[in-house]
Nanobody
Framework: QVQLVESGGGLVQAGGSLRLSCAAS?????MTWFRQAPGKERQFVSG????????VYSDLMKGRVTISRDNAKNTMDLQIDNLKPEDTAVYYC?????????????????WGQGTQVTVSS
């Protein structure tokens, strides 16, 4: 059974930075970050293939986010810089046994509980 636990969200001023972390247990090959703002669909942010370290970024936050993993700790991080008020959302960690990084949230069986990121102007 795969379990995912996010941490690192919070309230930050525009232009600031946050580092989100997702701790995983169980066998997975792809880990991904999505975000969901109130009244909007869940959006793909970035993903990483655990075995190779290959990364994928959406245009949504490209240039402001960096995804990484720590094999020893079984954690995945998302560094977000230059935060904007429109980045306010719940950020979710998702995992899959796929061999590529799906961008559609329907392709993920495992989800964390989410962590709130609020950016003030």
């Amino acid at each position: 059974q795969v379990q995912l636990v996010e941490s690192g969200g919070g309230l930050v001023q525009a232009g600031g930075s946050l580092r989100l972390s997702c701790a995983a247990s169980g066998s997975i090959n792809v880990m991904t970050w999505f975000r969901q703002a109130p009244g909007k669909e869940r959006q793909f942010v970035s993903g990483i293939i655990w075995s190779s370290g290959s990364t994928v970024y959406s245009d949504l936050m490209k240039g402001r986010v960096t995804i990484s993993r720590d094999n020893a700790k079984n954690t995945m991080d998302l560094q977000i810089d230059n935060l904007k008020p429109e980045d306010t959302a719940v950020y979710y960690c998702a995992a899959s046994t796929s061999w590529f990084v799906p961008r559609n949230s329907n392709n993920y069986s495992y989800w964390g509980q989410g962590t709130q990121v609020t950016v003030s102007s």
